[in-house]
């Protein structure tokens, strides 16, 4: 069992907006800003979407963005797109293992 | 441009040891961390341990603590990760990252490693 935890999947239609969300506790998520969001398309090495919460690398359209709110972290995804379709994973620092903690992963699917 | 690139699939019996690597360019090697994530086949991502390969300090997960070695050769800016003796629930895809407090900014392209009889 995952540390962090997230919904098994999630749908949308092409241009709607969903969110996946994140849950942990106050040694994780509710305590420190240091929570990021990867995608994973099959067979590919997960790439990173958001980090420190709400933080665009260069070159991730702007339709993904992430928040927190206490213990849940959220990543909101609009105007959904084909390409958009992949498994997510949230991450977070803990303070009980310097290494941090994955969630379980998010199927996303656009119908 | 950062890359890691990392080393071939690897097909290998139980009891045998193995060793694969990632290759960093395009950034100061000795300056950041860089880990191995494990993905078992239709699974989730999981750390398994971190090295700083400017003084070689290496960190492990309690899962994975015993059970696989992390190093580095800076001289080659190369990471490694290593087995002695390979059990069949060590098949999986097996990633090298970037690390610092909660992000890994750039990954490889992952190393599958396949245990069979």
Known sequence: ???????????????????????????????YNYVSWYQ????????????????????????F????????????????????EADYYCSSYT?????GVFGGGTKLTVL | EVQLVQSGAEVKKPGESLKISCKGSGYSFTSYWIGWVRQMPGKGLEWMGI???????????????????????????????QWSSLKASDTAMYYCA??????????????????SS
């Open chain 1, 95 to 99: 303070s009980s293992s310097t290494l």
């Open chain 2, 98 to 115: 970037t690390w610092r407090v909660g992000t890994s900014d750039y990954w490889g392209q992952g190393t599958l490693v396949t245990v």
């Open chain 1, 65 to 84: 963005s992430g928040s927190k709110s206490g213990n849940t972290a959220s990543l909101t995804i609009s105007g959904l797109q084909a390409e958009d």
């Open chain 2, 51 to 81: 090295i700083y390969p400017g003084d070689s300090d290496t960190r492990y997960s309690p899962s994975f603590q015993g059970q696989v070695t992390i190093s580095a050769d800076k001289s080659i800016s190369t990471a490694y990760l």
């Open chain 1, 1 to 31: 069992q995952s540390a962090l935890t997230q919904p098994a999947s999630v749908s949308g239609s092409p241009g709607q907006s969903i969110t996946i969300s994140c849950t942990g506790t106050s040694s994780d998520v509710g305590g």
């Open chain 1, 40 to 63: 994973q398309h099959p067979g590919k090495a997960p790439k990173l979407m958001i980090y420190e919460v709400s933080n665009r690398p260069s070159g991730v359209p702007d339709r």
